[in-house]
């Protein structure tokens, strides 16, 4: 089916920006690590400008880089019957690919930092992976990774990748070179998925994202990048199924002005509390999987939380 009055919503190749610091130029904020980890580069011709994000050698040290006037507005004002959010960029592996433990990650969140869909190179097993948030077998919605094939990507290559979110029944799909996935309500082998509809999307990030044993600082870019409302989310017969991976870790409610609660299937270790530029803002109290922000000011922050498999980061809001 031909998309029709497709809608950008934002965008940004990095050819206007200069070589150099990322810092503020294309209305970009980043959170975690430095400035200098957030890098204009010019990695070939071909792509001229590039956003280059230098990851934390370490098993904790997330980094984010969006745009903040966000997609809020913009999808309030699309085009009539364009309700289909699609991003598309590419992704860069960088000389570590098949190292170390993490991702790059393009991602879309909700307005309270509850992601809504993305799409993942995970860096050891140099595969793409696809990211949503859905229901499993009736139970409380959390967010999951799903294996989209098994090609692989070699260091220091370009891979265009996209994935789309339907507002009207929660439909995702994702589509690199390896082919086209879906995920939508309904049974699929042992498991029933129920989506999510109806989530107005607020900000999109870029994230270099470390687990549990990384050692390794994973230097990775993207290109190419635009977030669109368009008319269909462009699946056809050739789309294929995504297969669950495993689950991601989910924390409410979000916003909050006392507690959280973490939802894990894997067991809770630690969790740690980080202010918007990466420096970390207290000893969290954890209770059980109840975590203590009464005593943080204000603001925005990112919680990483060590299970007994990995370490995983998410947003939170403190009213």
């Known amino acids: ?57 370490a098993a904790t040290g997330t980094r984010y880089a969006f745009i903040t006037s966000g997609l809020a507005t913009p999808w309030t004002n699309r085009t009539a019957g364009n309700n289909v959010l699609k991003v598309q960029t590419e992704f860069y592996t960088g000389a570590q690919a098949g190292t170390g433990a993490g991702a790059l990650r393009s991602l879309c969140y909700d307005a309270a930092f509850t992601p809504i869909a993305g799409i993942v190179y995970d860096y050891p097993t140099k595969t793409i992976k696809g990211y949503a948030r859905l229901s499993l077998n009736g139970g409380a919605a959390a967010n999951y990774v799903f294996n989209l094939g098994t090609q692989t990507y070699e260091a220091n290559t370009w891979i265009p990748v996209s994935y ?55 230097v990775s870019a993207v290109d190419s990048y635009s977030a669109s409302a368009v008319s269909t989310d462009g699946l056809n017969l050739s789309a294929q199924s995504a297969t669950l991976s495993k689950a991601e870790v989910s924390i409410y409610p979000n916003p909050t002005a006392d507690f959280l609660t973490i939802k894990s299937s894997d067991k809770l270790k630690s969790v740690k509390i980080f202010d918007a530029t990466g420096k970390k803002a207290a000893d969290a109290k954890m209770n059980n999987d109840i975590v203590d922000v009464r005593n943080l000011t204000k603001g925005v922050y990112v919680l990483a939380i060590e299970t007994d498999k990995d370490v995983q980061t998410l947003k939170f809001i403190k009213k």
């Open 164 to 218: 789309t979110y339907d507002f009207a029944t929660g439909t995702i799909s994702w589509t690199y070179p390896g082919g086209t996935y879906y995920v939508k309500s309904g049974v699929s082998g042992t498991n029933t998925f129920a989506m999510l509809p109806n989530v107005n999307p607020d900000e999109h990030d870029f994230i270099s994202g470390v687990a549990t044993g990384n050692t390794i600082s994973h």
């Open 1 to 57: 089916m031909t998309q029709i009055n497709a809608q950008v919503l934002e965008s940004n190749n990095f050819d206007a920006l200069t070589v150099g610091n990322l810092g503020t130029q294309g209305g970009f904020a980043t959170s975690g690590g430095v400035a200098t980890d957030y890098q204009i580069v010019s990695i070939d011709g071909a792509h001229g400008n590039s956003l280059q994000i230098t990851g934390a050698a």
